[in-house]
């Protein structure tokens, strides 16, 4: 019954930034960890970031790291990824998701476009 929404994407220039956000509705779940993930065309769909339910400990696909933040506001029910630095590889769908069961990610959004030009 948890409905997410991604919003904050679009098109910027290499070295440009932008903040993603996903606000969730609906549902009383534990928010065990929330997720970011991409796909490109013709890509699997891959790991970006991840932050627990505390906001105390997080993790990063490699290549973002330094670029990337993820921070969560349980109160509003949002999770964010600033990315600073963009770069033509990063241009892909990002979709947020939320592990509510403590054992998978189990709810996600639409998916929302990044395209970053060189």
């Known amino acids: 019954q948890v409905q997410l929404v991604e919003s904050g994407g679009g098109l910027v220039q290499a070295g440009g930034s932008l903040r993603l956000a996903c606000a969730a509705s609906?549902?009383?779940?534990?928010?065990?960890?929330m997720g970011w993930f991409r796909q490109a065309p013709g890509k699997e769909r891959e790991f970006v970031a991840t932050?627990?339910?505390?906001?105390?400990?997080?993790d990063y696909l490699d290549s973002v790291k330094g670029r990337f933040t993820i921070s969560r506001d349980n109160a509003k029910k949002t999770v964010y990824l600033q990315m600073n630095m963009l770069k033509p590889e990063g241009t892909a769908v990002y979709y947020c998701?939320?592990?509510?069961?403590?054992?998978?990610?189990?709810?996600w959004g639409q998916g929302i476009q990044v395209t970053v030009s060189s």
């Open positions: 998701a939320v592990d509510g069961a403590g054992y998978d990610y189990n709810y």
């Open positions: 609906g549902g009383t779940f534990r928010w065990y960890r």
């Open positions: 932050i627990n339910w505390s906001g105390g400990v997080t």
